[in-house]
């Protein structure tokens, strides 16, 4: 009995010790374990996978895919992050920029600014058009000048108080429509996902005054597109296992407490004791202080549950770097910044 629950340790779980990590290999090919049936079966697959919503918001979504291999996982991972379409900036028309952030510098991190619209409601732009149109295109303006605060004391140094718009924000972003966009969207609905995302510094006599035109696209053909996504961040982890091998009350009950993240061990009071118990292995972040502890490293064992994946998608200002960018000579006297 001992022998057959350590391989199914070793199967289903990547234990950490004080000093490494065990049972990392791969576990999806047949004839690894005497006795176990390894080979892929696509009716057990179906009765054990499933996705498990934890939380969803409207910027955010946490689910589990259980009973599934990591290269399948892996593979889902990219599908998200490469074909999900997204409006992301793709040209910049600079009219003006004094600020000492260069134009194809300023172009890059305005490619960043995740854009609050729907993508499936957008088509995607024909190759080789120059001017987007009410199906393809948003348009934003961005002009702010800045200059010196009047009323600021004699004495101050905070530039907060001594300039007047000398941070530009993602707030700072006019939403442009193009045609009937504005009778076909709602004010407020065309926007940026965050409006406190600082764009750039400005002092007094620097202006900015730029066109921006988002366009639908996906990562596998616009370098942009990842960075804005409704996947900018995308975690795929483990979910945490943390077993106590034996009972621990009293002081070393608040002392096990203290060595993990907050919210994971739980201490009750039980018939005038204090005992731990596990509450929520979830919020651990495995920083294994535990083992600092040499009362208490044997009483707990680590581990991860290797066929279960714990999957963050976010919305999120993603610092990824684009792809080059080509500057151009419009007919207006402008730069235009493709990117």
């Known amino acids: ?24 290999h791969t576990t999806d090919f047949p004839g690894n374990y005497s006795g176990y049936d390894d080979a892929w079966d696509q009716d057990r697959f ?10 969803m918001d409207e910027n955010s979504l946490e689910f589990d895919m259980v009973g599934i291999d990591a290269a399948i996982a892996n593979a889902f991972r990219r599908i998200l992050l490469a074909e999900v379409p997204t409006m992301a900036v ?27 619209a729907d993508p499936r409601l957008f088509e995607y732009r024909n190759q080789g058009d120059e001017e987007g149109t009410e199906i393809d295109t948003l348009q934003f303006r961005l002009q702010v000048r800045c200059t010196r605060n009047p009323h600021a004391a004699k004495d101050s140094s905070d530039p907060n108080e001594l300039y007047v718009n000398h941070k530009v924000y993602t707030r700072h972003m006019t939403w442009v429509p193009l045609g009937n966009q504005a009778d076909l969207f709602p004010e407020g609905t065309i926007r940026p996902v965050h409006d406190d995302i600082l764009i750039a510094q400005l002092r007094p006599g620097q202006e900015i005054d730029l066109l921006m035109h988002c366009v639908k ?6 370098a942009c597109a990842f960075a804005v996504s409704g996947l900018g961040e995308l975690i795929a982890l483990f979910p945490p296992d943390i077993t106590l091998l034996k009972p621990v ?16 061990i739980e201490v009750q009071e039980i018939q005038g004791k204090k005992v731990a118990r596990i509450a929520n292995p979830r919020l651990d972040t495995f920083s294994r202080e535990i083992f600092r502890n040499e009362k208490l490293k044997k009483v707990v064992q680590l581990a991860r549950v290797r066929d279960h994946y714990i999957c963050v998608v976010a919305r ?3 610092p990824s ?13 402008s730069k235009t910044l493709s990117l």
């Open 46 to 55: 179906e009765k054990n996978f499933r996705v498990d919503v934890v939380h």
């Open 316 to 318: 999120a200002c993603n």
């Open 217 to 222: 696209g996906i990562d596998n053909h616009q």
């Open 90 to 116: 793709e040209k910049v028309l600079v009219y003006n920029n004094t600020s000492i952030v260069q134009d194809e510098i300023l172009a890059h991190r305005l490619g960043l600014i995740p854009i609050h």
């Open 321 to 333: 770097t684009l792809g080059g960018q080509e500057i151009e000579t419009s007919l207006s006297k």
């Open 1 to 24: 009995m001992a022998a057959a629950q350590a391989v199914d340790e070793m199967r289903n779980r990547v234990v950490l010790g004080e000093f490494g990590v065990r049972n990392v």
């Open 249 to 264: 009350e009293g002081e070393a009950a608040e002392e096990l407490s203290r060595c993990f993240s907050p919210g994971v």
